[in-house]
């Protein structure tokens, strides 16, 4: 359910009000993130690696207050994820933007996010139907790993969507390691909160 926040009384209001004065108030961290044993689970299960880790970012995601935060023409509010935006191949070197509700259940929520793929084609966006900021924008670069990524950006925007992507995973002394990159408003979210998150993830492939 969404809730608008009341600048007279919200803590983060001052940072909010200094970050949102600029033309690019985002910004843009990288980790390593071990992920052995996830690689593990879903090479049992024999399921998807990069829909299983998406599903995994943003079940974290909802459990930390200030990836909710979302901005739009009356002001910030705070709604949980109940979308995803991701990118998905198509035919030759070519990508696609797949919308896809999202699932706490694991399995539905990678089963529906095949299904709208398989249904969109070799469509590059299909505009959704309702508006919804209380989404987040996920990619892949699949082929090596990189050590810093940055999106597309509209200067001088509201633009509050979190933007997260991952490298390739690769083994290093029997250890899959990949780079994980977020990208987020300042005026939202500060380095503390990020670092919340990674425990979170790394909590949730561990546990």
Avoid at 95 to 109: E, G, I, L, W, Y
Avoid at 159 to 185: A, C, Q
Avoid at 186 to 192: A, K, R
Wanted: proline share 3%; net charge negative; with cysteine.
């Amino acid at each position: 359910m969404r809730h608008y926040i009341d600048f007279q009384t919200w803590k983060r209001t001052e940072s909010f009000q200094f970050f949102s004065a600029y033309e690019l108030p985002r910004f843009n961290m990288t980790f390593d993130v071990d992920v052995t044993l996830l690689v593990r689970r879903v090479k049992a299960e024999q399921s998807s690696f990069y829909l299983s880790f998406m599903h995994l970012v943003i079940v974290s995601m909802n459990k930390i207050e200030n990836f909710q935060y979302r901005i739009d023409e009356q002001g910030v509010f705070l709604e949980p994820i109940e979308f995803v935006s991701f990118t998905d191949k198509r035919e030759g070197d070519l990508f696609k933007m797949v919308f896809c509700p999202f699932h706490n259940d694991r399995s539905t929520f990678i089963q529906e996010a095949k299904e709208k793929s398989l249904l969109q084609g070799d469509t590059f966006f299909v505009p959704n139907s309702v508006a919804t900021l209380n989404t987040v924008y996920v990619t892949s670069f699949p082929w090596r790993k990189f050590n810093h990524f940055s999106h597309a950006t509209l200067l001088g925007s509201k633009d509050s969507v979190p933007r997260v992507s991952w490298s390739r995973y690769e083994e290093k002394d029997g250890r899959f390691l990949l780079t994980l990159s977020i990208e987020v408003h300042h005026g939202l979210v500060d380095g503390v909160h990020v670092a919340k998150l990674l425990d979170e993830i790394e909590h949730r492939i561990n546990a």
